[in-house]
């Protein structure tokens, strides 16, 4: 009988080590709606793919997995939210996504806060320029489509230049700029969403960061953050401000792990698909 228990054991730890390795390399590509009346109408139905958190994962040859997921969902922009290379890789590691990328639709990125740890914020930032990236450094753009335009900004993860300029300046610009405009925001860090970014005035803010939570179990928002902290928010989907104001953030699980050695759990890596919809 014990010899029965034990092989009864040790197939029950092989089917879930074969989960987790399987829940960690698929590819789950997810669509959500985003209505805001306020959306001008020749943007609707405008298609956002979402990538965040490589941490230079590779998803088949050059990611040609990635690739294709990105190229099935039919994208109007594809927005690259940081960390998308860390201490233990380079950029060339994702060369073949970025240029596989650029064929697809315009390709808009900001960094996140491994980028800058790891010493190669400036590295990365210059050749993907060269691949035909948009790099937004505390910046903004105009993103025009059937004679109207919203605009796009983007800003540096925190652990960039001590002196450089902040997201609340950022917005003053946006503000001088046009009195009334429709924007999105690019933020790698979702935890600092509520308390400051939504006090920003973007529509519509896209960060990553947390990877989900890394474990996710039913009725959970994740259970650790790449912070390491315990029972996080603002992990996956879409979130309001806490403190009561109309913004809102959508938070991608990401594609990676981080650290690498932790494997995410009920939390498949994510291609997200941000559909933009006057209609409710």
């Known amino acids: 009988m014990k010899r029965k228990w034990s092989k009864i054991a040790i197939a029950a730890a092989a089917a879930l080590l ?20 306020a959306l001008p109408e020749a943007f609707e139905g405008f298609r956002v793919v979402q990538l965040s958190d490589l941490h230079a994962r590779q998803f088949g040859e050059g990611n040609a997995r990635l690739i294709a997921a990105v190229e099935a969902a039919r994208p109007d922009l594809i ?4 960390d998308f290379v860390d201490e233990s890789s380079s950029v060339v590691d994702i060369l073949p996504l970025v240029d596989g990328l650029t064929a697809i639709a315009p390709v808009y990125y900001v960094t996140g806060n ?9 590295t990365v930032l210059r050749t993907l320029r060269t691949l035909g990236v948009f790099c937004l450094e505390n910046e903004f753009t105009t993103i025009e489509r059937g004679g109207e335009h919203i605009l796009l900004a983007g800003i540096h993860d925190p652990n960039g230049y ?36 939504c006090r920003l005035g973007a529509n519509l803010t896209l960060s990553g960061h947390a990877h989900g939570g890394i474990w996710r179990l039913p009725f959970t928002d994740g259970l650790i953050d790449s912070g390491r902290n315990w029972f996080p928010s603002y992990t996956s989907g879409f979130y309001s401000c806490a403190d009561g104001g109309h913004a809102t953030v959508f938070v991608s699980r990401g594609l990676g792990n981080s650290p690498r050695n932790v494997p995410r759990l009920g939390n498949p890596p994510q291609v997200a698909v941000i559909l933009l919809t006057r209609r409710g």
Do not use: C, I
């Open 18 to 37: 074969l989960w987790v390795y399987w829940d960690n390399m698929r590819l789950v590509t997810e669509e959500f709606s985003y209505a805001d009346p």
């Open 79 to 82: 927005a690259l939210t940081g």
């Open 114 to 122: 491994h980028e800058w740890s790891s010493g190669q914020a400036q």
């Open 162 to 197: 001590a002196d450089q300029k902040t997201p609340e300046q950022l917005a003053e610009e946006v503000y001088a700029a046009e009195d009334d405009p429709y924007w999105l925001l690019l933020a790698h860090r979702n935890n600092l969403f509520s308390g400051r970014y």
